[in-house]
């Protein structure tokens, strides 16, 4: 039994949180609970034609935005709430037009999905709509389906402060996907096991790389369209082999324009972050610098272009990486667990603006 608030009053803050986690239950989809075999290996990723499905999506949307369906936009330049209509049961004309209507609206935060109770190869299966799914070279997946990136914080697990370092005062770290890749990700999808009570943290910050790229004048845009930027995969191998944890597919250091043209909407967007961004190629290491640092400034304090999407159990986000940026929000209480899933296709060569 609890103890009463009259019993903690005269705890220390160790006991509090010792009790607190006795009263803690388990996960609540052991399945997707964080997988780590340091003797698994993936070949090198292999390049693959694709073609986005919001190329053949009708722009009215009839079979995703039906009559039963509803919208709430979150800002002007990103973001949409959508209710009344469940991912699992679109046809492959509705998934075409999801493809269409992230790329449109950057995030979508789909409510009360049964998405998370399908079966793996289901959930799979839908996502591989969009491209092959990535399957990531470090981090927790499901035992014998690495296509799942596992997204896993509890009071005894916590591998996004281990990443990120205990030596920082602001723990936001905005990044693209494994934009390392080749071909990079997405249509993404994460859906949601276990979250924090609503107001009690655990939501994810979204920007638009659109409306980053359009705020700047159009000299300034026309000399970025001509660079190209280093992303790379080391840091996280190197951060997962010390900690003794797995590198299944070499680590890459892939160029990528840092302006680069969503093949559907035909948008530009900045295509540079914070995570895996490393240098300007051709710019001397001074030069590089004084660019990436004010691009990553202006992309993180651009909060008119922001968002805050909130979760809770049955939420499905769909974002489109290509042209969105995010960052975790480490701000919930230690002993509350976090749990969520993503499975991240990979799309096209990103095209130079």
């Known amino acids: 039994m609890a103890p009463s608030v009259a019993d903690r009053e005269t705890l220390s803050n160790n006991d509090v949180i010792a009790n607190l ?33 919001g190329t053949r999506a009708d722009p009215a949307k009839p079979h995703l935005l039906g009559p039963n369906t509803k919208t709430q936009d979150i800002s002007p330049y990103l973001g949409t709430e959508v209710s009344g209509v469940q991912i699992s049961q679109l046809s492959p004309e509705g998934l075409d037009e999801l493809a269409l209507y992230a790329a449109e609206r950057k995030v979508l935060a789909f409510r009360d999905q049964d998405f998370k109770d399908l079966s793996p190869e289901r959930q ?3 996502a591989r709509h969009f491209g092959p799914i990535q399957k990531h070279p470090t981090s927790g997946n499901v035992k014998g389906y690495p296509e799942f990136h596992v997204v896993y914080r509890d009071a005894d697990h916590d591998r996004f402060r281990e990443y990120l370092g205990e030596d ?36 994810t910050l979204f920007l638009s790389q659109v409306e980053a790229y359009k705020r700047l004048s159009p000299e300034f845009q026309r000399r970025l369209e001509d660079l190209r930027a280093v992303h790379s995969a080391v840091p996280q191998a190197d951060h997962s082999r010390k900690r003794g944890g797995p ?50 400034d202006h992309i993180s304090k651009g909060a008119d272009f922001h968002i805050r999407a909130t979760y809770k159990p049955g939420t499905v986000v769909v974002w489109d990486n290509r042209v969105t940026a995010h960052s975790a929000t480490g701000d919930f209480d230690k002993v509350v667990r976090r749990h969520a899933v993503r499975l991240t296709p990979q799309a096209e060569v990103p095209i130079a603006g």
């Open 21 to 53: 986690k006795k009263e803690v239950k388990g996960p609540s989809y052991p399945f997707y609970f964080p997988y780590f075999d340091v003797g698994e290996k993936f070949p090198p990723t292999e390049i693959f034609e694709h073609t986005d499905p």
């Open 247 to 296: 590198v299944r597919r070499e680590p890459v250091e892939t160029e990528h324009p840092v302006v680069r043209v969503h093949p559907v909407t035909g948008e530009k967007a900045l295509y540079v972050n914070q995570g895996f961004t490393k240098r300007i190629v051709g710019f001397k290491t001074e030069e590089s610098e004084y660019l990436l640092k004010f691009l990553f």
């Open 124 to 126: 799979i299966e839908i």
């Open 168 to 203: 920082r005062a602001n723990r936001t770290s905005w990044h693209s996907d494994v934009s390392y890749e080749k071909q990079t990700p997405g249509t993404t999808f994460f859906f949601i096991l276990d979250q924090p009570e609503s107001g009690s943290g655990g939501d």
